[in-house]
């Protein structure tokens, strides 16, 4: 019963923006902390950004800090992820996950400590 939903993923010219969001379809993950990570096709999974469920910590790559931000809205059970000058090498998969913890470890930017996974919507950035 528990399942998450992306959406907002699309086309768009480097520099553009895109607002992605992660609903989740019930109270199910109430106090779960969620995270975003992409999948290029022929690369590995990355980490992009993680919150907890309070909304008092984010964590973000080096290199992604200060163009993308992740935030949530407790009432709709929506966490987003805001994209902000794009570049083709952003061009993935993106998915949203959850975990069963309500705060972030050092172990939060790895993809094997969410159990629960969207299906990801996808983000191609164009030159």
């Known amino acids: 019963q528990k399942q998450l939903v992306e959406s907002g993923g699309g086309l768009v010219q480097a520099g553009g923006s895109l607002r992605l969001s992660c609903v989740a379809s019930?109270?199910?993950?109430?106090?779960?902390?969620m995270g975003w990570f992409r999948q290029a096709p022929g690369k590995e999974r990355e980490f992009v950004a993680a919150i907890d469920w309070s909304g008092s910590n984010t964590y973000y790559p080096d290199f992604k800090k200060g163009r993308f931000t992740i935030s949530r809205d407790s009432a709709t059970n929506t966490v987003y992820l805001q994209m902000n000058s794009l570049k083709p090498e952003d061009t993935a998969v993106y998915h949203c996950a959850a975990d069963s913890r309500s705060y972030l470890t050092s172990s939060s930017q790895n993809w094997s400590v969410y159990p629960y996974w969207g299906q990801g919507t996808q983000v191609t950035v164009s030159s």
């Open positions: 019930e109270r199910a993950f109430s106090g779960y902390a």
